[in-house]
């Protein structure tokens, strides 16, 4: 499914806003539809109060946890497991700046690029209408943007892109 979607897309893109690798990352793990042989997927884990906490607690501007889960094949896999996006406390894509600078339409392009990447990301690993929080933005900062994104990586502990050391 993942890669058939990839393929009639306008995959260059989905790589100017997340680079070549992580787009081909992306491409492997809705074509290999990593969820489907997870053990027992998550459902709610409860996370929510506690990462608004810490977010509230801090100058940071999300909380992220990743769940661990077996998969029936064997081995482990990280996936997210919830996460709280707070008002950006930093500059990302800032849209004062630009206007400063006189590039206003330029950005707004960006903006829509960016939007549509998460359509498509959204789209592509069957999300819920309900989950789709991007579409509900009128402009996506670069930490709204990694945030977003960070939903639709998993990482197989056993792979050349674990976050685990070897």
């Known amino acids: 499914m993942g890669e058939k979607f990839w393929v009639n897309v306008e995959k260059a893109m989905v790589e100017s806003v997340l680079g070549i690798e992580?787009?081909?990352?992306?491409?492997?793990?809705?074509?290999?539809?990593?969820?489907?042989d997870m053990v027992?997927?998550?459902?709610?884990?409860?996370v929510q109060k506690g990462l608004c906490q810490l977010i509230d607690g801090s100058n940071w501007n999300y909380a992220i946890f990743w769940y661990a889960s077996s998969l029936k094949s064997g081995g482990s896999?990280?996936?997210?497991?919830g996460g709280v996006l707070a008002n950006p406390k930093g500059s990302g894509a800032g849209k004062g700046n630009s206007?400063?600078?006189?590039?206003?339409?330029a950005v707004?392009?960006?903006?829509?690029?960016?939007?549509?990447?998460?359509?498509?990301l959204h789209t592509c690993f069957?999300?819920?209408d309900g989950d789709n929080y991007a579409a509900n933005l009128d402009a996506v900062s670069d930490v709204e943007m990694f945030y977003l994104t960070s939903m639709y990586f998993t990482f197989r502990c056993d792979s050349?892109?674990?976050p685990v050391e070897s």
Do not use: T
């Not at 896999?77 to 497991?81: F, N, P, R």
């Not at 206007?99 to 339409?105: A, L, T, Y």
């Open 40 to 46: 027992s997927p998550p459902s709610n884990l409860g």
């Open 108 to 120: 707004e392009k960006r903006e829509e690029v960016k939007k549509r990447v998460l359509q498509k």
């Open 77 to 81: 896999i990280l996936s997210w497991g």
């Open 22 to 36: 992580a787009c081909e990352f992306l491409i492997s793990s809705a074509s290999n539809n990593v969820s489907a």
């Open 99 to 105: 206007i400063v600078d006189g590039k206003f339409e």
């Open 126 to 128: 069957n999300m819920l």
């Open 160 to 162: 050349s892109y674990s």
